[in-house]
């Protein structure tokens, strides 16, 4: 979790991300958040965010994006 | 080789499966903007070992995307007769990949940058302003005003008729004395905020505080409906920097440094 909340504060120093649910949904995040994340989470977790897996819910919060890591983890 | 682009699902599922895999990119585009330019046949493409260019053309000039892997370089590109535009946005505070030599050794230069900035609706002292929106009358005037004032490969000016339907939106608002076109500011929606477009200011008003007073009518025109105001400025600007700045915008980290490749 440590590793991720890093990420995401050098990415957007300016988003509450323990509070914000919605990261996607409430429009905190935008496609360039998303892209450079997933670029973020390859490289950091040494994972493949599959195609179908790159869907809003999957980035709407903190506890979302480490499931989804988790996940690929385990794949 | 390069190629021209027809089936649109085919691109978007191309795309996502590129950003799945982490590779490099400055193609930032949703499924439906990805749709209308395959659709309108404005894209085509030239793939090789690595990674794949996607052209958009536009009057006088191309716009450049690229997909690359991890660890490739840009290749040389093929000649296409008009100036090549690479516009990237990245975080300032990251080492840049493919970095801007790697770009240079294929015949890119530095064109200019720009950078983010931000202003929670929470920190502004708001003021009261009898604010003006442009009228569909000054759409020539403010049209023209636009085209002398902004640099004309990657300021996303609009045509005229976007400039009219967002005049008709009540998006323009206008500085005026006697009845005479001081400045304009164009701004558009953005999920829970609002986003300056485009401001500028006639030559012989400048220095008098009118871009100053539109950024405050913005505040003013969007107050019940923006949580933050954005924009993105010019590095080289220090004038405009400092006027945002001392409006207490801050920078988000983001940076966007457009290259160049003339023929």
């Known amino acids: ?75 | 080789m390069i190629k021209k682009m027809i089936d649109g699902q085919a691109f978007w599922q191309e795309i996502i499966n590129r950003i799945s895999k982490g590779e490099r990119t400055n193609f930032f585009f949703s499924e439906e903007e990805a749709l209308f330019f395959v659709g309108n046949k404005k894209i085509s493409r030239v793939d090789f070992t690595g990674g794949v260019y996607f052209f958009i053309e536009e009057e006088s000039f191309y716009r450049l995307y690229y997909f690359l892997e991890k660890g490739k370089i840009p290749e040389v590109l093929p000649e296409y007769g008009k100036p090549m535009i690479l516009e990237e946005v990245l975080l300032a505070a990251k080492e840049r990949v493919p970095s801007e030599d790697s770009w240079q050794r294929i015949g890119f230069k530095p064109y200019l940058q720009r950078k983010r900035m931000y202003l929670a609706s929470k920190n502004i002292t708001f003021e009261e302003r009898k604010v003006t929106f442009a009228s569909e009358e000054m759409l020539e005037e403010i049209f023209q005003l636009m085209q002398d004032s902004f640099e004309p490969y990657s300021s996303a000016l609009p045509t005229k008729e976007e400039l009219l339907l967002d005049i008709q939106k009540q998006n323009v608002l206008i500085s005026c004395k006697d009845q005479k076109l001081l400045g304009f500011l164009h701004f558009g929606d953005i999920k829970q905020g609002s986003m300056l477009w485009h401001i500028a200011v006639m030559p012989q008003a400048r220095g008098l505080g009118i871009g100053e007073g539109l950024v405050k009518d913005w505040f003013t025109a969007q107050r019940d409906i923006a949580k933050k105001f954005l924009l993105w400025v010019r590095t080289d600007n220090p004038p405009a920097l400092q006027m945002y700045e001392k409006l207490g915008f801050l920078p988000d980290g983001r940076v966007a440094p457009v290259m160049i490749k003339t023929t």
């Open chain 1, 1 to 75: 979790m440590e590793t991720l909340m890093k990420i995401l504060v050098e990415l957007r120093p300016d988003v509450d991300f323990e509070e914000n649910k919605e990261l996607v949904d409430s429009g905190e995040l935008d496609s360039f958040d998303i892209v450079s994340l997933v670029g973020e989470l390859c490289d950091a977790y040494d994972i493949e965010v599959g195609a179908e897996d790159i869907v809003p819910e999957n980035f709407n919060s903190v506890e979302a994006i480490m499931a989804l890591v988790e996940r690929l983890q385990e794949d």
